[in-house]
């Protein structure tokens, strides 16, 4: 009975079933406070993948979500996080963590360190079973692939999440921002340690010398053009960045990052950025979410991939929480304060799933591996603002503090 439907006819139904039911679950559930609308759309993107629908209606999960339809979701979903990664670059503000190097600094280190450690110990427990680590990867690859994982703070979604707060522009709020955009930083530096190409380092030091010096072009370029002519130039830059990284093999991703980190914030109105950040995850990172869930694998069985994810989500969670405890201590924190800075910095989803998905796509953890992290991220972020949110309203004058 579906003979006669064209593929974009099938598209449409897909994009159909990727903007409808995670908006309804959302609305008519009234899911914010647990998960926001951008956690729905992950777990809606689960819901559809192999394991689930797949499994209980594998003749409709064929037909939707055939290769024609993937490969042109897929596109959507290339550009759609290839923009968020950028945006998330420019909004980087490095020269705030440079005035307060020292809280930043201890900050940051300790909040990346301990949950990569107890994540890298994670990481060689799953290296003693089989299945987990993907069959091009080396085992320093994969563990620390799974420990930074752990360690990763989604910046973008931390912002989404300190608005919903109304913290994101009070002084807690900017202090917060200031530790993650280092260990932003961080993650993308890991990465391409760990997509290092011996066979390919001549192109990847080719891209970087490239890269320091159409930056310097680049940047004359953008001070002269005026903010409306930026975006479309920016767009221009990022394509041209991502191109250059993947042929490297450093992967696209790490060229979005790149193209944006190497813009400077007050070139746009900040305004326009905040509405560039809503438009993307309003029209198609949805498509990326859904993208994301039709990789999920359970085929070594759903009790093994939720007790891996368990135990990353623990090593993540108490990682970071106690990590910001000895930040705490060292920078003699009121009582409280590290407690909840620590939990808005667990906070994972976007970024640390995009980090997640370039593990996948080469080949250095497995789609079993890549559902655990999934589910863990998942987790992590619906816990921030149940936990969050009473801890502020019994401090409200940590707030108004500037530090």
């Not at 830059?237 to 250059?244: I, K, R, T």
Request: proline fraction near 3%.
């Amino acid at each position: 009975m579906h003979t006669g439907m064209s593929t974009t006819e099938i598209f449409l139904i897909a994009m159909f079933v990727i903007f409808t039911l995670p908006y309804l679950i959302w609305r008519v559930g009234k899911t914010d406070y647990y998960a926001p609308l951008v956690v729905v759309q992950i777990i809606t993107g689960i819901l559809l993948g192999p394991g689930v629908l797949g499994a209980i209606f594998p003749d409709y999960y064929k037909f939707v979500f055939n290769p024609q339809v993937i490969q042109s979701l897929n596109g959507i979903a290339w550009w759609a996080v290839m923009i968020f990664v950028m945006v998330a670059g420019i909004e980087l503000d490095l020269k705030k963590a440079w005035e307060h190097r020292r809280e930043s600094t201890i900050t940051a280190g300790l909040a990346l360190g301990m949950p990569l450690l107890f994540g890298c110990v994670a990481g060689m427990g799953l290296l003693t079973m089989d299945g987990w680590m993907g069959p091009k990867a080396m085992s320093w690859q994969f563990v620390l692939g799974v420990g930074m994982a752990c360690a990763v703070t989604a910046l973008p979604i931390l912002i989404l999440l300190m608005e919903k707060l109304e913290i994101l522009r009070q002084p807690i709020g900017q202090r917060i921002l200031r530790y993650a955009s280092l260990d932003d930083i961080a993650i993308w530096g890991v990465l391409a340690i760990i997509l290092l190409d011996w066979t390919r380092v001549g192109r990847q030091v080719g891209f970087l010398l490239l890269f320091a010096i159409t930056t310097y072009l680049f940047r004359k370029l953008m001070v002269w053009l005026q903010e409306r002519d930026r975006w479309y130039v920016g767009l221009i830059w990022l394509a041209a960045c991502s191109f250059a990284a993947d042929w490297a093999g450093l992967h696209y991703m790490v060229g979005a990052f790149l193209a944006g980190a190497v813009m400077d914030a007050h070139w746009f109105n900040q305004e326009k950025m905040d509405l560039m950040r809503h438009h993307v995850l309003l029209a198609i990172m949805p498509v990326f979410f859904l993208s994301t869930g039709l990789r999920t694998n359970w085929a070594m069985g759903g009790v093994a991939v939720f007790v891996a994810a368990g135990v990353l989500l623990v090593a993540s969670v108490a990682g970071k929480l106690i990590g910001i405890q000895v930040a705490g201590k060292i920078l003699k924190w009121e009582k409280g304060e590290a407690s909840i800075i620590g939990w808005l910095l667990q906070t994972k989803a976007l970024i640390m799933i995009i980090f997640v998905n370039i593990l996948l796509d080469k080949n250095i953890i497995t789609s079993e591996t890549f559902t655990a992290l999934l589910l863990m991220a998942i987790a992590s972020t619906m816990l921030t603002v149940p936990v969050v949110y009473p801890k502020l309203q019994k401090m409200k004058e940590l707030i108004f503090r500037s530090k």
